[in-house]
């Protein structure tokens, strides 16, 4: 099985996908993915090293009060930006666990108790999300624009957001670290 093929047979549920260096702008650049869903239906992730980079409604969440510190805001995609989604690092009734040690979803008791529990749980709050068609991703896949690797927590909950990409890379070794350290800004180099 060539490595192509085998990175391939891993476009599953609680993949990173890695954006390849050919995306060179818009919210994919330099953007991991944590695949949620993955069938013959299409595909549906979550970015998880975005920071929003919009105002977001009063109504929505006062930041102000909330009282657990493991909770960050991020932009998960493109589609839907005015949706939120939760990813949590407990296993719940209410939750779709997609990789040991994160789960996606949860009823609202659940996301009210652990964004006011001093001690809660490590929660990302993703504002939109990103779909694939039928096809679509194993196409972008095989045309070069995602590496893909095994989801991790550390990733997820642990690593800062300015770090994800590199560090992926980093550990997937070989060519992948040598592009992780491509700087951002070609001119400065």
């Given at each position: 099985?060539t490595?192509?093929?085998?990175?391939?047979?891993?476009?599953?549920?609680?993949?990173?996908?890695?954006?390849?260096?050919e995306?060179?702008?818009?919210?994919?650049?330099?953007?991991?993915?944590?695949?949620?869903?993955?069938?013959?239906?299409?595909?549906?992730?979550?970015?998880?090293?975005?920071?929003?980079?919009?105002?977001?409604?009063?109504?929505?969440?006062?930041?102000?009060?909330?009282?657990?510190p493991?909770?960050?805001?991020?932009?998960?995609?493109?589609?839907?930006?005015?949706q939120?989604?939760?990813?949590?690092?407990?296993?719940?009734?209410?939750?779709?666990?997609?990789?040991?040690g994160?789960?996606?979803?949860g009823?609202l008791?659940?996301?009210?108790?652990?964004?006011?529990?001093?001690?809660?749980p490590?929660?990302?709050?993703?504002?939109?999300?990103?779909?694939?068609?039928a096809?679509?991703?194993?196409?972008?896949?095989?045309?070069?624009?995602?590496?893909?690797?095994?989801?991790?927590?550390?990733?997820?909950?642990?690593?800062?957001?300015d770090?994800?990409?590199?560090?992926?890379?980093?550990?997937?070794?070989?060519r992948y670290?040598?592009?992780?350290?491509?700087?951002?800004?070609?001119?400065?180099?």
């Amino acid at each position: 099985m060539t490595d192509k093929a085998k990175e391939y047979s891993q476009l599953t549920k609680g993949t990173f996908l890695i954006s390849s260096p050919e995306i060179e702008s818009g919210i994919f650049y330099r953007s991991v993915i944590l695949l949620c869903e993955h069938n013959l239906s299409g595909s549906l992730g979550l970015i998880i090293n975005k920071d929003i980079d919009f105002e977001l409604g009063e109504n929505i969440i006062e930041l102000e009060d909330l009282s657990n510190p493991n909770v960050e805001l991020r932009a998960g995609g493109p589609v839907q930006m005015n949706q939120m989604l939760v990813l949590h690092d407990r296993e719940e009734e209410q939750s779709n666990s997609i990789i040991k040690g994160v789960s996606l979803g949860g009823d609202l008791e659940f996301l009210q108790e652990g964004l006011l529990d001093p001690e809660g749980p490590k929660i990302r709050l993703l504002f939109g999300y990103s779909t694939w068609a039928a096809g679509q991703l194993e196409k972008e896949f095989l045309n070069g624009m995602w590496f893909v690797c095994k989801g991790s927590e550390k990733y997820v909950f642990e690593t800062s957001v300015d770090s994800v990409w590199r560090e992926i890379l980093k550990e997937m070794g070989g060519r992948y670290a040598s592009l992780s350290m491509i700087p951002e800004d070609l001119s400065l180099n």
